[in-house]
């Protein structure tokens, strides 16, 4: 936290890695990770992101993939390690800063057990999902606007089109369908709402 407040994100990763070296259990000792310092690490590499680097949305992705195999391989550090909706959120953000869309559509998979090729452009039937998936997350609108923006930032028309299917799968526009069609700024249903910067371009991309 020390490090990533004084911006040395690199640092953050630095010392994530000296941990990951040490033996994951000692004569039935937990690793000193817990779910908070994951996000650290995570919210690290999607800060490197915005700095221009290219690589932080694998390696945020990679490390979200071994918080998820730790938790398989040791049940015992679930409690500590299992992902929620945030750590999702931070991998998207990399991912959209590094305008990595097939990194964000793998994030996608792990988080919900779909098969992000059915989304495709002429791919027809209801996407599969994994039967491992009975207990996945359902994304909300903070993933779904980091989704929306990676595949925008990809300048590719298949990724964007790939996205709003996926929005559709999850009925997102239903969620905003009272911003959508205005709702006054100041009422009890917008400070319920509270949208984000995120979450209202969200909206403005569905407006579009």
Request: hydrophobic content about 40%; charged content about 25%; proline content about 3%.
């Amino acid at each position: 936290e020390f490090c990533n407040r004084q911006h040395k994100y690199g640092l953050t990763i630095h010392y994530f890695q000296q941990i990951l070296d040490l033996p994951l259990q000692k004569q039935g000792e937990l690793i000193p990770l817990t779910g908070n310092s994951m996000e650290r690490v995570l919210r690290a590499y999607s800060h490197l992101a915005s700095l221009g680097s290219m690589s932080e949305a694998d390696l945020a992705l990679e490390t979200l993939q071994w918080m998820l195999r730790q938790c398989v391989l040791h049940p015992q550090l679930k409690s500590q390690l299992q992902p929620n909706l945030t750590h999702y959120a931070l991998v998207l953000t990399a991912c959209w800063r590094g305008a990595d869309w097939a990194s964000a559509v793998r994030t996608f998979e792990l988080l919900t057990g779909c098969h992000g090729e059915d989304f495709r452009d002429n791919v027809k039937g209801k996407p599969r999902i994994d039967s491992r998936s009975e207990k996945a997350l359902k994304p909300d609108i903070k993933i779904f606007s980091n989704m929306l923006r990676t595949a925008f930032s990809s300048k590719d028309r298949e990724n964007m089109r790939q996205c709003l299917r996926m929005a559709e799968f999850y009925e997102v526009e239903s969620v905003l369908n009272a911003v959508i069609v205005g709702v006054p700024k100041n009422s009890a249903e917008a400070k319920k709402l509270a949208l984000s910067e995120e979450q209202g371009d969200l909206v403005n991309l569905f407006k579009y």
